[in-house]
């Protein structure tokens, strides 16, 4: 019987507490938005399958909410993840700043040379913004990683986020060869929806 993927790849979202990051996987994975979530408990992992270059890539999306408060998220998450995206909410100043904080846990905690992206969330809710894409696109530069405004809500961006670090993944790692255009960091596909102004405040 046909194997029903190519490649399979653990990604891991990290961020403050109340960034949307259980919001994110479940638009992603389920096509669904619910702004009621109550935080997570522990870890859990949603799964979808996408096409990449040709290829089936299943990916396994590890939600970290609800232990960032406590920092104890494991060296093992860490560790087994190919890919990791840093979550912070554009109307959220303190969410970006602690991004730093994050990037520096990945450089103690994860596997070397894993693939980072930066996702600033909630862009539906222009009207309450802190954070300046020009800040977050000067933040990816410096740590050389792609960006992605996105919101849960409207959809904007996030298949398109989940779908270029798989695509970082597979070229990394000789899935093709890598002679396909790579976008600079700092990239954001689509202008935010700015009707939608609830926002997935659990995250």
Known sequence: MAKAYDHLFKLLLIGDSGVGKTCLIIRFAEDSFNNTYIST????????????????????????????????????????????????????????ENIQNWMKSIKENASAGVERLLLGNKCDMEAKRKVQKEQAVKLAREHGIRFFETSAKSSTNVDEAFSSLARDI??????????????????????????????????
């Open 41 to 96: 408990i522990g870890i859990d992992f949603k799964i979808r399958t996408v096409d990449v270059e040709g290829k089936k890539i299943k990916l396994q999306v590890w939600d970290t909410a609800g232990q960032e408060r406590f920092k104890t998220i494991t060296t093992a998450y860490y560790r087994g993840a190919m890919g990791i995206i840093l979550v912070y909410d554009i109307t959220d100043e303190k969410s970006f």
């Open 170 to 203: 597979l070229l990394k790692s000789g899935g093709r060869r890598s002679g396909n255009s790579h976008k600079p960091p700092g990239t954001d596909l689509k202008a935010c929806d700015k009707k939608n102004t609830s926002k997935c405040s659990l995250g």
